[in-house]
């Protein structure tokens, strides 16, 4: 058993089995049936262009995730564009998330709390859905959870010249990680409320406040101009009582595990870590969404490191209590996961499911290029839906974009720029046969651009339906011109 492995060995087992072990889970269902949906195709088109491009489209849309593009460019470049070079490197960062976490834990409540926690991160359905994402709030959960591990470290050693390597370290993952979303500066009030709770001394409030505002301050310039293309998030409904639901269960299940951490806690303890971890970023996020709406649980998913945490060190509590009586009781930490995995069986299939996200534009691309013809054309509601032809350009071969007046390359944007509705309307009514990719029934709104507007009211006044396949959220309508 463990309790036989030197201390070296447990210590590298401490975060090399729940690295693994979350590695696993995510290179489980990666290619969920080869698809691929539209705020990963957003980052699927955008990384195939140049650099250049890119960098002048975000002075235009999406400078939120610049850096992230760059990456992911530069990923594409060396492996090829494809749904695992997109996805493994949110897999890679939240097995690193899931190894930060079994340090903390192992560090603050010992090697079974460290090893509960680092296996829990990956089992949590919040991170099993971003855990296959082509998205940066993977990377930055395992920044913030090296940031937190950082942190622990430095306030265990206390203050020393030796010291400023790991702060500087601190500043620059925090940086990284704004870079990344600026939103993840939340972990910093969240790491002064540990700082309060622990009574730090004068000396690490006053470093942590240089390197928390030095972070800061490097990405206000971001923050400043993103601002100027809040309009991105403009569909964000407005918070409302049941949003605080899963808000709320999150935050009862992280007191129960403060809770178990209770009896053993020192000025230094999970509990101190984890529950600000987990608690302030929320608290954080509804805050800032009673001013402009912005509650998506992506934004905070680092948080769930906290939730881990806690969760680890209330397993860690439990192995304690049973020892004295079972000498195996430390089979109870994978008994548990084991057991936890078995509940979750459904959460796990269904997130590697292509159904798991409202879209696949994959899916509609192979229906196009199956019922398109020669001298067919295509149009796009909205025009956002075009991602599925810049994601599987070869599918729209042969076919004519009839509303687009510039490419989203030409223009710096996502979707490019579409003519004004009396263009589109003549350049329909010149047509025999028009393909319509839009979204599923059960999804589908009312257009709401004039220029959508147009292209449904020529449609319907001039074409007849001949084929309609919808597949994966997404829709497919062959129109022909009557008479």
């Known amino acids: 058993m463990l309790c036989h492995i030197s201390a070296a060995r447990r210590g590298r087992l401490v975060w090399l089995v729940p ?20 705020d990963e195709a957003a980052t699927w088109q955008v990384a195939g262009r140049p650099a250049g491009e890119i960098w002048r ?28 070079t997109l996805r493994l490197p949110s897999v890679l960062a939240v097995a690193a998330a899931a190894a930060c976490v079994a340090l903390i834990g192992s560090r603050l409540a010992g090697f079974w709390a460290g090893l509960g926690g680092g296996l829990a991160l990956g089992l949590l359905p919040a991170v099993q859905f971003y855990l296959q994402e082509g998205r940066p709030y993977a990377l930055v959960a395992a920044g913030a959870g090296l940031s937190t591990l950082l942190l622990v470290s430095l306030l ?25 979303n600026w939103l993840s500066l939340l972990v910093l009030p969240a790491h002064a ?21 030095g972070a800061a301050a490097g990405a206000l310039p971001l923050i400043l101009f993103s601002r100027g293309q809040s309009d991105q998030v403009s569909w964000i409904p407005p918070l409302t009582w049941h949003m605080l639901i899963g808000p709320g269960i999150l935050l009862a ?31 954080g996020l509804i805050g800032l969404s009673l001013v402009q709406p912005l509650f998506l649980d992506r934004y905070v998913l680092f948080s769930m490191a906290g939730l881990a945490l806690l969760i680890g060190a209330a397993l860690g509590a439990a192995v304690r209590a049973c020892s004295p ?13 084991g057991a936890a995995v078995v509940a ?31 001298g067919d054309a295509v149009l796009f509601v909205p025009a956002a839906r075009r991602d599925t032809a810049l994601v599987s350009p070869g599918a729209f071969t042969g076919l004519t974009d009839l509303a687009l007046a510039r490419t989203p390359v030409a223009s710096a944007t996502l979707k490019g720029e579409e003519a004004e509705p009396a263009r589109i309307r003549a350049a329909l009514l010149g047509q025999r046969r028009v393909l319509l990719v839009t979204d599923a029934a059960e999804v589908a709104k009312a257009p709401s651009a004039e220029r959508d507007k147009a292209k449904a009211a020529v449609l319907r006044e001039h074409f007849t339906v001949v084929e ?10 062959v129109y022909e011109r009557r008479g």
């Open 156 to 180: 265990e050693s206390g203050p020393g010249r030796r010291a400023w390597p790991r702060w500087t370290a601190y500043g620059v993952t925090v940086l990284v990680c704004a870079l990344l």
């Open 344 to 374: 979750l069986l459904p959460v796990e299939l269904g997130k590697r499911a292509p159904a798991s996200r409202v879209d696949d534009v994959l899916a509609v691309a192979g229906e196009v290029d199956r019922l398109k013809g020669d």
């Open 468 to 477: 309609d396949r919808q597949v994966r959220g997404r829709r497919v309508t």
């Open 57 to 84: 489209m975000l002075g235009n849309v999406d400078a939120v995730h610049g850096l992230y593009y760059l990456l992911m460019h530069g990923l594409f470049e060396v492996f090829g564009a494809s749904t695992t």
């Open 193 to 213: 409320a540990t700082l309060w709770w622990v009574r730090a001394g004068r000396g690490v409030l006053l470093r942590w406040a240089a390197y928390a505002s």
């Open 253 to 283: 299940i992280g007191g129960l595990g403060a809770w178990a951490d209770r009896p053993d806690r020192k000025n230094l303890s999970a509990a101190a870590v984890g529950l600000p971890l987990l608690a302030v970023p929320q608290l």
């Open 325 to 337: 009586r079972f000498p195996a009781a430390g089979l109870l930490v994978p008994g548990v996961v």
């Open 19 to 38: 690295f693994l072990w979350t590695l696993a889970l995510g290179l489980w269902g990666l290619s969920r049936q080869d698809s691929v949906w539209r």
